[in-house]
């Protein structure tokens, strides 16, 4: 199933997708959030699977944050080797362990609405990343148990403003000025992906392809991650998980994003995601 959240005429409700359709499910899971629904998904899958109801294209709807209200919205740093090389040219330390961070969830941004260049940030890149929305409240997953918390998959770009990662050690101010956390189109639940470790995602910049990579490419998979989060934190439905970004990004060749550049991200059986990135003053 694709879940997502969209508003049509004014209102929003959760629907699924259906080829270029977005399905309401409004019949089926009520007033529930998404973060519910996720939640419940186990119990409500077949009765989502099974409906059939209003519809409407998606060309006429909004797509809006999948999982709007999460607990956390977490991000690994340099878990791709070659971009762990062109972090460490630009003067990073490589870790000897995964190194996690926060993006604040007040960064969350809508799949197709504008990245905002901030007025005191000359440095904003993009990274596309495979994101995990967790299913079910864990502690102490095993690797081989990871998979079965993962509810689903979206796209994420973990937008930063390079020149703000240094001012707090784990990279928190840098990761999470409004607007810098594109997350979407929808959430592809975890049965209709065949391998997420073997995934193609490919970041263009107004039309010029910049990153293009697999998931299999990951120094620290997706199972080691929540693996290693759970030794030390409860992770709960909804929490989003931002698993690391490939080489390719902007900072290494001195290049970052202008009011006026189109992104546009691409995960394979995720769909894709697009912005504009807009000047604050203009926002
Ligand atoms: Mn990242």
Redesign the pocket.
Known sequence: MKLARFTQNGSTRIGKVVGDHVVDLTPVVGDLSMRQVIADLAALSAAIKAFEGTSYPLSSVRLEIPVDDPQKFL?I?MNYAKHAEEARQAGITIPTSQMWFNKQVSCLNAPFDPVVKPKDSDKVDY?I?LGLVIGKQCRHVTREQARSVIAGYMIVN?V?ARDWLPKSPTFTLGKSFDTHGPVGPWITTDDEIADPLDLEMKLWVNGELRQNARTNDMIYDIYDQIAYLTTVMTLMPGDII?T??PSGIGAPKGIFLQPGDDMRLSIQGLGEIACTVVAEDHA
């Open positions: 991000a740093g990274e990343e973990d930063s931002a690391g970004t």
